[in-house]
């Protein structure tokens, strides 16, 4: 039988509060995994044991989903069997012998947790490298860089053989950092702030600008699939589509040109706030990174960040675009990101913003522009909710 086990990360450090955390990740891999057959999940020795309960249940798609789990440090699919040394040493052959012809060196690496066994890990290591090299002679032992390394665990239960871990998503479980309110456009940036802060254990509330008619059905379609992405990681997204033609325009027609895409910014800001205060976020989370475009200058983020009343995170500040993207990549939202649709932003753009606004200045001009606290309260009034789920069919 094959079965995954998971390995805590930072869980294992947390005193006090590891039950709730423990529980809340149960909670989470049960939930991934319900759509992929009859499981068991259950907890020992710091290691999730996740066991299909019979022929029918889906292994494959239950890695898929548990490598996007946040709270486990590393993740491997292994065997089980029998613990007695004919059974592991057979185990290791028949589950890892292809795996062993592509390569040329490996290494056995025993772990002994049931101390009632008879033979020590150094024991089983050996005993498990000579039974595979007389299988494939062309294998040689390095102990020290190995192509494969193979795992053997006697554990109270079974005994377990698999070949290395591979990373898991890290970070914190999902929902024990509480809400936070992140600003989604359909750039390459914002998601991965969004999945960054889910990864810290926060629970989505996307916001998301858009212009009809200036921009279309078919970039708020692209947002949402960018959120149905993230909610692949962080389980769900709350999207907030937000109206903001009118606030735009007022601006662009009460205001010097250079200071539109600050004050538009603000604007964004301050309606980010409401939406988050009434849904109870502790804080707004943007994918600004420090001097990427003019209104991500410090002086242009200071101008915009002073109208929050709540903290602002940048996970993105000090990153590179190519780093970015790399992560993009990784989480699975770049070729979405990149696909050419227009963002609310990018309408009615000055051709020389203001790379270095200064506050009063921009003060002023905005107490010039009438009425446009009532109209940011009546786009955050009349925006719509999306709520998506992981297992959303619609955005696949
Ligand atoms: P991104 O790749 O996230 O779009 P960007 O480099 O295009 O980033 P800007 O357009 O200056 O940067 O936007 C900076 C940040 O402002 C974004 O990361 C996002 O958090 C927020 N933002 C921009 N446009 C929108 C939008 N239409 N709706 C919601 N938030 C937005
Ligand atoms: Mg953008």
Redesign the pocket.
């Known amino acids: 039988m094959e079965i995954i086990l998971g390995k805590y990360g930072e869980l294992a450090l947390k005193g006090l509060n590891r039950n709730q955390f423990e529980n809340s990740m149960i909670r989470t891999i049960r939930k991934r995994i319900e759509r992929c057959g009859a499981f068991k999940v259950h907890v020992a020795q710091s290691t999730v044991y996740i066991e299909p309960q019979d022929i029918n249940a889906d292994i494959d798609m239950a890695y898929d989903e548990i490598r996007r789990v946040f709270g486990l440090s590393a993740i491997v699919r292994a065997a089980v069997c029998e613990k007695d040394l004919r059974s592991i040493c057979e185990t290791a052959e028949n589950y890892l012998g292809t795996a062993l012809d592509e390569v040329s060196t490996f290494k056995v690496d025993s772990k002994r947790a049931d101390k009632r066994f008879p033979m020590n890990s150094m024991e089983i290591s050996r005993e498990v490298g000579a039974y595979l090299i007389e299988r494939h002679p062309n294998l040689k032992a390095d102990m020290k860089n190995p192509d494969i390394t193979v795992i053997c665990e006697v554990r109270d239960d079974a005994a377990y053989v698999h070949a290395d871990q591979v990373p898991g998503a890290g970070g914190i479980p999902a929902g024990n950092a509480g809400k936070a309110a992140?600003?989604?456009?359909?750039?390459?940036?914002?998601p991965v702030?969004a999945w960054m802060m889910a990864r810290r254990g926060c629970e989505l509330v996307c916001?998301?600008?858009?212009s009809p008619p200036y921009t279309g059905e078919r970039a708020l379609y692209k947002v949402e699939k960018l959120a149905w992405r993230v909610s692949r990681w962080a389980g769900r997204v709350c999207l907030f589509e937000v109206p903001f033609t009118d606030c735009q325009i007022r601006i662009r027609d009460t205001a010097p040109e250079d200071y539109f895409t600050v004050l538009m910014?603000r604007s964004?800001m301050r309606i980010t706030q409401i939406i988050a205060n009434k849904e109870g976020c502790g804080a707004i989370?943007?994918?600004?990174?420090l001097g990427?475009?003019a209104?991500?200058t410090m002086n242009a983020i200071r101008c915009t960040d002073i109208v929050a009343q709540m903290p602002v995170f940048r996970p993105l500040i000090g990153n590179d675009k190519v780093e970015i993207s790399e992560y993009a990549r990784k989480i699975d939202t770049f070729d979405v990101?990149i696909e050419p649709y227009e963002?609310?932003?990018t309408i009615f753009t000055p051709k020389h913003p203001r790379t270095q606004p200064v506050i009063e200045a921009i003060e002023e001009a905005e107490n010039g522009i009438p009425g446009l606290l009532e109209l940011e309260a009546e786009a955050a009034e009349n925006s719509v909710l999306k709520v998506i789920h992981f297992s959303d069919e619609d955005y696949v």
């Open positions: 992140c600003m989604l456009s359909g750039g390459i940036d914002s702030a916001v998301h600008f858009q910014r964004m989370v943007t994918g600004e990174s990427q475009v209104s991500q990101s963002d609310c932003c």
